[in-house]
């Protein structure tokens, strides 16, 4: 069946930032939040501001900072991060004593996602399916996937994987319960928008039950006038 896509923003973003010890630091870079904005540094050195599609200022936040180990070669990294409100933003700067040290900005086109379709393997141990789908970002950014699985015809999905830099997911048959009216919704994001491929119906097999007798333990000595209890 043909694939239903859709186009929406996430609630939130996170934001992290890389700065090196000579005070040099990466772009920001911005991934689909959980939906949750973080309670922000009460003091920390480095703030990121966010502005809207005029350049008016949105918001300042204080990033949360984390020292990476010390290198060889020179002082120690540190690791900054926030997860925001995304309403509005369109640009993203990471800035320490009021100087902009990097920007991220939303790119013109969104992510482009198609293809999406399920590869069962019965045969591996324990059973497995791949689920691949085709997605590529027009402006070239870095996209992050998610997955997520429908037993119901899609009234109500779980995760069943994120944070996909791929686009290629292997996962146990159990995770995919049997259902004649199945779906996998692909999430596929730029940061700042997402595009969602929600499959047509689908029948899954899901994986036999097991058994497993725990109680008695191999090797016991049981009397033949005891019962016994599994």
Excluded: C
Excluded at 190 to 205: K, V
């Amino acid at each position: 069946a043909d694939l239903v896509i859709t186009q929406h923003r996430a609630e939130t973003i996170r934001v992290d930032a890389q700065v090196d010890g000579q005070g040099t630091a990466s772009p920001p870079a911005v991934t689909a939040g959980s939906g949750i904005a973080t309670a922000t540094a009460k003091q920390s050195p480095f703030q990121f501001i966010t502005k809207d599609a005029a350049g008016a200022l949105i918001g300042t936040y204080n990033g949360v900072v984390m020292a990476n180990a010390d290198a060889p070669a020179g002082p120690a990294s540190s690791s900054v991060s926030v997860e925001i409100p995304a309403a509005n933003v369109q640009e993203v700067s990471l800035v320490r004593n009021g100087t902009v040290l990097s920007t991220t900005r939303r790119s013109p086109n969104p992510p482009q996602v198609s293809g999406v379709s399920v590869h069962p393997n019965p045969a591996a141990t324990p059973p497995t399916a791949t689920i691949t789908w085709t997605a590529s970002d027009p402006d070239g950014g870095t996209l992050h996937s998610q997955a997520e699985y429908s037993p119901d015809g899609g009234k109500t999905f779980h995760v069943i994987g994120n944070g996909i830099q791929g686009t290629e997911l292997t996962v146990p048959a159990r995770l995919l319960s049997r259902t004649d009216n199945g779906r996998i919704r692909i999430d596929v994001s730029d940061g700042f928008s997402t595009i969602t491929a929600t499959s047509g119906p689908l029948s899954f097999n899901g994986e036999p039950p097991t058994v497993r007798i725990t109680d008695p333990y191999p090797d016991i000595h049981l009397r033949a006038d005891v019962p016994v209890v599994l």
